[in-house]
T-cell receptor, first 112, second 113 residues
Framework: KNEVEQSPQNLTAQEGEFITINCSYS?????LHWLQQHPGGGIVSLFM???GKKKHGRLIATINIQEKHSSLHITASHPRDSAVYIC??????????????FGKGTHLIIQP | ETGVTQSPTHLIKTRGQQVTLRCSSQ?????VSWYQQALGQGPQFIFQ???????GRGNFPPRFSGLQFPNYSSELNVNALELDDSALYLC????????????FGSGTRLTVV
């Protein structure tokens, strides 16, 4: 079983819909990252969370440390939001030297 | 302030050959991590360099090696290439071993034939 699981794997929605992508993890973490990957490969960091909630524009990320669960929400989705969204965790005690442990990603398509 | 630059963007090599991939870290960042991303999978941690020394390694064989230079740029070397080494190789730079987040490059797409 992977240490970081995301759902759904694939999501197709209409423009304007509210999107939720979920991430569950089975290890102790010091931080959780949400990342966006476009075709071609480049990765953009969206959020780094250790507790609570963060908001940036139409994106909201939440984390529940007790339940080992995080969600990424996109409000008023737009076709330009189409990308792969990846959840990654930093395991506790690694001091960063263990790198990030990634989920497999959620492939999101927003149709006009 | 420049971001993370990786070169080359694409590369085709023959099984058994050696390859060197390069990464220029973001200005002010002293830590570089390398990841391998197979098609349809999430990235897998290869190793991390902090202040020119390897200070963390994932489950990759010794034929994967690296260097970090005084300007904090980095190289990933892979010897005796295998077909399964075909992947996107991503470099991420950070300050204080990721304590303040990571900046990723666009990756190098390696194809081994």
């Amino acid at each position: 079983k992977n240490e970081v699981e995301q759902s759904p794997q694939n999501l197709t929605a209409q423009e304007g819909e509210f999107i939720t992508i979920n991430c569950s993890y089975s290890v102790g973490i010091s931080a959780l990252h949400w990342l966006q990957q476009h075709p071609g490969g480049g990765i953009v960091s969206l959020f780094m969370l250790s507790s609570g909630k963060k908001k940036h524009g139409r994106l909201i990320a939440t984390i529940n440390i007790q339940e080992k669960h995080s969600s990424l929400h996109i409000t008023a989705s737009h076709p330009r939001d189409s990308a792969v969204y990846i959840c990654a965790v930093e395991k506790v005690g690694g001091g960063g030297a263990d790198g990030l442990t990634f989920g497999k990603g959620t492939h999101l398509i927003i149709q006009p | 302030e420049t971001g993370v630059t990786q070169s080359p963007t694409h590369l085709i090599k023959t099984r058994g050959q050696q390859v060197t991939l390069r990464c220029s870290s973001q200005s002010g960042h002293n830590t570089v991590s390398w990841y391998q991303q197979a098609l349809g999978q999430g990235p897998q941690f290869i190793f991390q360099y902090y202040r020119e020394e390897e200070n963390g390694r994932g489950n990759f064989p010794p034929r994967f090696s690296g260097l970090q230079f005084p300007n904090y740029s980095s190289e990933l070397n892979v010897n005796a290439l295998e077909l399964d080494d075909s992947a996107l190789y991503l470099c991420a730079s950070s300050l204080l071993q990721g304590a303040l987040g990571y900046t990723f490059g666009s990756g190098t797409r390696l194809t081994v034939v």
